[in-house]
Structure formats: structure tokens, C-alpha cells
């Protein structure tokens, strides 16, 4: 992942197109390492996630996880979304591609979404064997009704560009080749006044704050769960098998 700040801007860039951009274990840390850090620096007014090339990201790096047993991954990821729903500052998420899985999830928990036109949402937690993460089970009914999002979570359903700004879970659609330049101009935020993007952070999250950290801490548990199942561990060998196969 890179990681830059200039102008007030701080940006991470996911950079591992050859794996679609998939989020590995010592992303989420630094992510979590970094926006605590962030939280506290004044040079920080406004924080950017995006990725490289055609992918936002195709979510977690199952094959990372797995060969990391020792290590609990569920925590380390609730720690970063704690991060992402506690952080003071302004979040912004670009989405350049396909959102798969964690990663059209967590871009949920930033305060604005900017999407290109090729941009995608996809949350197959149910068909991997798994159980909804990154706080989907609360705001994703908030944002697109009970309806639309029961629609995503239950049936797959991949949401579209057009059908995000339609819904209002974008902010607004980029044209692709567009995208380089769009987030150029952001960095004209970074001189807003540090003190009152905080103030008003505080009160345009304060109300939801609470439930999201309720609701991540409760996800995780049944999370943990379900990554024992045999329905999971089936689902993500045969996956593995089938791209070791290509």
C-alpha cells in the first residue's frame, strides 16, 4: 500500500493489482498504526482511500489468512473499522473498481464515496459461508433501504455505479480517466480549518457512532464463527484450488 501526505491530505492507495488489490493482514495495521496517529496530527485534515489500475479491492486476502493461523485476523480487522468509525477527521473513499467483500464495506464508514464509472459493489459473504462484516448488517439498510440491501447481502446482487449515486451510497461518479485529476483536486480541502472539520465530524457522526461500534463488535463474534464452519473452509479451498489451476 502507498502512503502519502501532502497539502493536509493524507492518501492510501491499496497497490497489488496483480491480486486485484486484495488487503492483506499488515495493510489493516498499518491503516489502524496510521489513522490513530493521524487522529492527533494537525497536518491531517483530510484522509483518501483509493487503489491502482482497474480493482478497488477484491476484499481479504483469504490465502494470506490462511497461512497465518496463528494470528486472529478478525480482531485486527474490528480494530482497523473501530479506527475508520471513531477517526476524527474527514474520510473520503474513491473508488476506482470493483468493491468486493471488506472492501465495499469499509469505504461505508467513510464520511463521502466517489465512484468511477466502472466502479462495482459486491458483498458474497453469504455465498463464501460467511456472516456480514464491516458493519453491512446496520448501514447498508440505512443507506439503500431494507429492500435494496437485503437484495446485496442475501442474493448477491452486485450493485452498480448508476444504481449507487441513483440510491445515494456515491456522492458522485467519476469518469475513469477522469479519476487521476478528480482526486488532484481534492487536495484544495486540505486547507479547511482543522478545528471545525473536527467539531463538525464529532457532531455528524456522534449519533451513529455508538451503534456502528456495537454493531462491528457483534459482527465479529459471529464472524469468528463462521470462518470455522465447514461451509467456509469448503467454499474458500475450492477457491484457492481453481486460481492455483490458471
Same mark, same amino acid.
Given at each position: 500500500?502507498?502512503?502519502?501526505?501532502?497539502?493536509?491530505?493524507?492518501?492510501?492507495?491499496?497497490?497489488?493489482?496483480?491480486?486485484?488489490?486484495?488487503?492483506?493482514?499488515?495493510?489493516?495495521?498499518?491503516?489502524?498504526?496510521?489513522?490513530?496517529?493521524?487522529?492527533?496530527?494537525? %497536518?491531517? $485534515?483530510? &484522509?483518501?482511500?483509493? @487503489?491502482?489500475?482497474?480493482? +478497488?479491492?477484491?476484499?481479504?486476502?483469504?490465502?494470506?489468512? #490462511?497461512?497465518?493461523?496463528?494470528?486472529?485476523?478478525?480482531?485486527?480487522?474490528?480494530?482497523?473499522?473501530?479506527?475508520?468509525?471513531?477517526?476524527?477527521?474527514?474520510?473520503?473513499?474513491?473508488?476506482?473498481?470493483?468493491?468486493?467483500?471488506?472492501?465495499?464495506?469499509?469505504?461505508?464508514?467513510?464520511?463521502?464515496?466517489?465512484?468511477?464509472?466502472?466502479?462495482?459493489?459486491?458483498?458474497?459473504?453469504?455465498?463464501?459461508?460467511?456472516?456480514?462484516?464491516?458493519?453491512?448488517?446496520?448501514?447498508?439498510?440505512?443507506?439503500?433501504?431494507?429492500?435494496?440491501?437485503?437484495?446485496?447481502?442475501?442474493? %448477491?446482487? $452486485?450493485? &452498480?455505479?448508476?444504481? @449507487?449515486?441513483?440510491?445515494? +451510497?456515491?456522492?458522485?461518479?467519476?469518469?475513469?480517466?477522469? #479519476?487521476?485529476?478528480?482526486?488532484?483536486?481534492?487536495?484544495?480541502?486540505?486547507?479547511?480549518?482543522?478545528?471545525?472539520?473536527?467539531?463538525?465530524?464529532?457532531?455528524?457522526?456522534?449519533?451513529?457512532?455508538?451503534?456502528?461500534?456495537?454493531?462491528?463488535?457483534?459482527?465479529?463474534?459471529?464472524?469468528?464463527?463462521?470462518?470455522?464452519?465447514?461451509?467456509?473452509?469448503?467454499?474458500?479451498?475450492?477457491?484457492?484450488?481453481?486460481?492455483?489451476?490458471?
Amino acid at each position: 500500500m502507498e502512503v502519502s501526505l501532502e497539502k493536509g491530505i493524507r492518501k492510501f492507495v491499496f497497490n497489488r493489482p496483480q491480486k486485484r488489490n486484495a488487503i492483506t493482514l499488515e495493510t489493516y495495521e498499518t491503516l489502524t498504526q496510521i489513522l490513530n496517529k493521524d487522529a492527533n496530527n494537525d %497536518n491531517v $485534515i483530510v &484522509t483518501i482511500i483509493t @487503489a491502482r489500475e482497474n480493482f +478497488f479491492s477484491s476484499g481479504n486476502d483469504f490465502k494470506c489468512s #490462511l497461512m497465518n493461523p496463528e494470528v486472529d485476523h478478525t480482531d485486527i480487522v474490528k480494530n482497523m473499522l473501530d479506527t475508520l468509525i471513531k477517526y476524527p477527521k474527514i474520510l473520503v473513499a474513491v473508488v476506482n473498481g470493483p468493491a468486493i467483500g471488506i472492501a465495499a464495506t469499509l469505504i461505508t464508514l467513510c464520511d463521502i464515496i466517489y465512484c468511477s464509472d466502472r466502479a462495482t459493489f459486491e458483498i458474497p459473504f453469504i455465498r463464501l459461508g460467511l456472516s456480514m462484516e464491516g458493519c453491512s448488517s446496520y448501514i447498508y439498510s440505512h443507506v439503500l433501504g431494507k429492500s435494496k440491501a437485503a437484495e446485496m447481502l442475501f442474493f %448477491n446482487h $452486485i450493485l &452498480t455505479a448508476k444504481e @449507487a449515486y441513483r440510491l445515494g +451510497f456515491v456522492a458522485d461518479i467519476i469518469p475513469h480517466e477522469k #479519476l487521476v485529476e478528480f482526486i488532484e483536486s481534492l487536495y484544495r480541502f486540505g486547507s479547511l480549518p482543522l478545528k471545525s472539520v473536527v467539531r463538525n465530524k464529532e457532531l455528524f457522526t456522534r449519533w451513529s457512532r455508538h451503534a456502528l461500534l456495537k454493531c462491528n463488535e457483534e459482527e465479529t463474534e459471529v464472524l469468528k464463527e463462521s470462518l470455522e464452519s465447514e461451509e467456509f473452509l469448503h467454499t474458500v479451498t475450492s477457491m484457492l484450488q481453481k486460481k492455483s489451476k490458471l
